[in-house]
């Protein structure tokens, strides 16, 4: 069983920045894609970011585009995801997945492990 732990969250202004971080309890996450989802008050949960296996491959959604970054460092089991020009709509808590078949999907429901999550909230 693999187990997720993000870290990171917190409070900030409007354009501000936050580094989130996801540690895998496991070796063998670096055989697998790694992607990031967020889950706003009162609205499903929604795709931000993915990542391959190998670091080389990442997509995006559209309303974080440009603004944020994913990355994984494998020798140390974890997960990254770097937010810049944070807007209040980003508000939301961030959970961190493994998806093992390896498909870089944009679907919560293909993905396999799931940390507990972790608060982001932007203030205006």
């Known amino acids: 069983q693999i187990q997720l732990v993000e870290s990171g969250g917190g409070l900030v202004q409007a354009g501000g920045s936050l580094r989130l971080s996801c540690a895998a309890s496991e070796r063998t996450v670096g055989n697998y894609g790694m992607g990031w989802f967020r889950q706003a008050p009162g609205k499903e949960r929604e795709f931000v970011a993915v990542?391959?296996?190998?670091?080389?491959?990442?997509y995006y959604a559209d309303s974080v585009l440009g603004r944020f970054t994913i990355s994984r460092d494998n020798a140390q089991n974890t997960l990254y995801l770097q937010m810049n020009s944070l807007k209040v709509e980003d508000t939301a808590v961030y959970y961190c997945?493994?998806?093992?078949?390896?498909?870089?999907?944009?679907?919560?429901?293909?993905?396999?492990?799931w940390g507990p999550g972790t608060q982001v909230t932007v203030s205006s």
């Open positions: 990542v391959s296996r190998t670091g080389r491959t990442t």
């Open positions: 997945a493994i998806e093992l078949q390896l498909s870089l999907s944009t679907r919560g429901a293909d993905y396999d492990y």
